[in-house]
């Protein structure tokens, strides 16, 4: 088997991987000025995409821009969240040469689109190819491909989640590889951590938070809450920047339990109601049901923004790193107050405002950079396995090749799984490894 990475490989971003020259394992892009897309544009037979994110899905309309329509597979929450993503990419890009696909690219991808549930095998470009939840946001996959034989020879336990024990040794006729994906361990509100563990001989396996113990969710969440709590007690404001597809719902879902009243705006709205439409994708679609009740939608442009952000109440926002998005409005509203905060609730990429501001103090807004007088905090509300979820995913793998990839430290890791009696590397961008 083939294996060549072309983007995604000692980075968090871009993600793609390449199997056989024929299969394409997602195809995203990095975003930025100007944002950064895989090394290759390839001409697969057919493409399944691990899950909705912009770093994992963004840049699958451009596999269509040409004569070919290789099939997308995915999840059908993946495909809805995939194609959000392109619109808004259009929106944001679309007028300039940083933008990889036209609208009509766009329209393609509904025709060509595939979807499938968990634990249900199909055929993509000669190869079999099973789907099981990775518990990192509703829709999101492990990616099982099989160059021969069955690649659902593992025992499947019952129920929809796709999970599934070790299969015993034995050559059933091909390379099994398992393509990880982005994934958590741990159970969210939203989504239930993973307990899918298909055997496997080669494992790509992602590496984001290699080096980070999470505190326990429920002690993160306890922080937020009392956080939100005393600002709104002292007659402040809370804006809570979050990525709209995952951590916006799991920050709904923690306002509902604890009655904090909260405003939510951006991309966020239309994933929530989305995501309705998928129950049997998220955890508790009730709780979903109940904290979309309790949240009030903002509805209105800048006017509105304002207006709100004068409100005693936290306002879940788009973007996550204040990189865009109704975020831009209500910053520089509550910035100069510091009885007001900023919460911020996800993985700030380096170089982008949301990183500036918790190492410096100030962001660049629009163009400006702003200094900051409100209260800026940080919370650990990863949707990714931690180092112990990394190693203890793992450990079901130690006869298995690894390739670590999706990390700033991927080597690093590599090298002491290698040390623990792992065969495990980290290919470069570009690389195409042999197995």
């Known amino acids: ?10 980075e968090v971003g871009r993600s793609a991987v390449l199997v056989n020259d024929s299969l394409l394992l997602d195809f995203g892009m990095l975003a930025g000025t100007p944002p950064q897309f895989p090394v290759d544009t390839p001409d697969p037979d057919a493409v399944v995409v691990s899950h909705g994110h912009l770093d994992h899905a963004g840049a699958v309309p451009a596999l269509l821009s040409g004569s070919d329509r290789p099939p997308i597979h995915w999840t059908p929450p993946t495909r809805e969240l995939a194609l959000t993503l392109a619109r808004d990419t259009l929106k944001l890009h679309g007028g300039s040469y940083n933008c990889p696909f036209t609208e009509n690219d766009v329209k393609r991808v509904t025709e060509v689109s595939q979807t499938h549930g968990y634990g249900e095998t199909f055929e993509a470009a000669g190869h079999e190819v099973t789907l099981y939840n990775a518990g990192h946001i509703p829709g999101s996959a492990h990616v099982l491909v ?8 593992d025992r499947t336990r019952p129920g929809d989640d796709g999970g599934g024990t070790r299969r015993e040794s034995g050559d059933d006729g091909g390379t099994r590889l398992l393509y990880t994906g982005d994934f958590h361990t741990d159970d969210q509100r939203l989504v239930a951590g993973t307990t899918a563990r298909p055997d496997a001989d080669v494992v790509v396996c992602e590496s984001t938070y290699s080096d980070v113990e999470h505190d326990p969710r429920a002690a993160v969440e306890r922080r937020f809450v009392e956080s939100v709590e005393t600002t709104l ?4 404001t809370v804006v809570v920047p979050a990525f709209a597809i995952g951590r916006t719902q799991e920050l709904l879902l923690v306002c509902e339990e604890y009655d904090i009243p909260c405003y939510v705006d951006g991309m966020g709205k239309g994933v929530t109601e989305m995501l309705r439409r998928h ?7 009730a709780a979903l049901r109940r904290a979309k009740s309790h949240a ?4 209105g442009r800048d006017g509105q923004r304002k207006r709100i952000a004068d409100q005693n109440a936290a306002i879940v926002t788009t973007s996550g790193m204040l990189s865009g998005g109704p975020a831009m409005t209500y910053v520089p509203e509550i ?4 009885v007001n905060k900023i919460t911020m609730t996800g993985y700030q990429v380096e170089g982008t405002p949301g990183r500036d501001l918790l190492e410096t103090g100030s962001a660049e807004i629009d163009g400006r950079v702003m200094p900051i007088s409100a209260r800026v905090e940080q919370y650990d509300f990863s949707a990714h396995a931690d180092r112990s979820g990394l190693r203890e995913f793992l450990a079901d793998y130690d006869d298995a090749t690894v390739l670590v990839n999706h990390g700033d430290r991927c080597a690093s890791f590599a090298e002491e799984l290698a040390a623990d009696g792992f065969t495990a590397r ?7 490894v042999v197995v």
């Open 1 to 10: 088997m083939d294996i060549r990475f072309l983007g995604g490989a000692r």
């Open 146 to 153: 099989s160059e021969g034989g069955s690649p659902s020879g």
């Open 233 to 236: 007690w002292e007659g402040g």
């Open 279 to 285: 129950p049997e994708f998220v955890r508790d679609a």
């Open 296 to 299: 009030r939608f903002v509805t």
């Open 335 to 338: 910035r100069s107050n510091p």
């Open 426 to 432: 980290a290919p470069a961008v570009g690389e195409t």
